[in-house]
């Protein structure tokens, strides 16, 4: 179980790949679901320049490994990796990496699903979007899906 | 007992500042901790708070030298 929080760009296919080759995995697995995040150019009718992300540092990191302990204890997940990018993100820049390794797919699906949406609903971070047309505006909730 | 207050994103801009530093009655609960620091401004609707980077709700009692957060719903990911 790894949570990192990301002050800089990450290429999420990179950090999949790191991961995994420097992981204990080895040929344990047979199946890994993989979830991105990444920013997009609009949200409710307004084109977006740039966006801010902030956290909690300290409660941020505690909550990402409650709900992958979380996780575990539901499902039989070999390995999981979380990545959130935090700082001022410009569009199509990924927000988020989420990837399960489990033996079959079931586990590795909906420990996955259940790690995103948990993220998205209880892990303390905040958007500030900047406007094309001027001005910025906190995000005051996620789309519910 | 003194406690650590601290706002985050929208609600840290509305309060003007990240943190305060408050006395309080002992057995004092999160949401004494509110009224303390932010005087008359109401905990605004759905505020959320955590004491010691854990979630804890406005009628959870607080212990001196803890930590006591305040900020709006979350929109990682």
Known sequence: MTIVIRPQAFDPWQELQDYQRASKLGASFGATAVFVGSMRDFNEGETVQAMRLEHYQGMTERHLEKICQQAQSRWDMLDCLIVHRVGELRPSDPIVLVAVWSAHRAAAFDASRFLMEELKSSAPFWKKEQLAAGGGRWVEKNSPG | ?77
């Open chain 2, 1 to 77: 007992m003194s406690i650590q207050v601290r706002y985050f994103a929208a609600l840290r801009e509305r309060m003007g500042r990240e943190h305060d530093q408050v006395d309080v009655f002992p057995e004092a609960t999160v949401a004494a901790v509110w009224a303390r620091a932010a005087g008359d401004t109401p905990l605004p609707t759905n505020t959320l708070c955590a004491v010691n980077m854990e979630y804890a709700e406005p009628s959870a009692s607080v212990r001196d030298g803890d930590e006591v957060a305040f900020f709006p719903p979350v929109t990682g990911g």
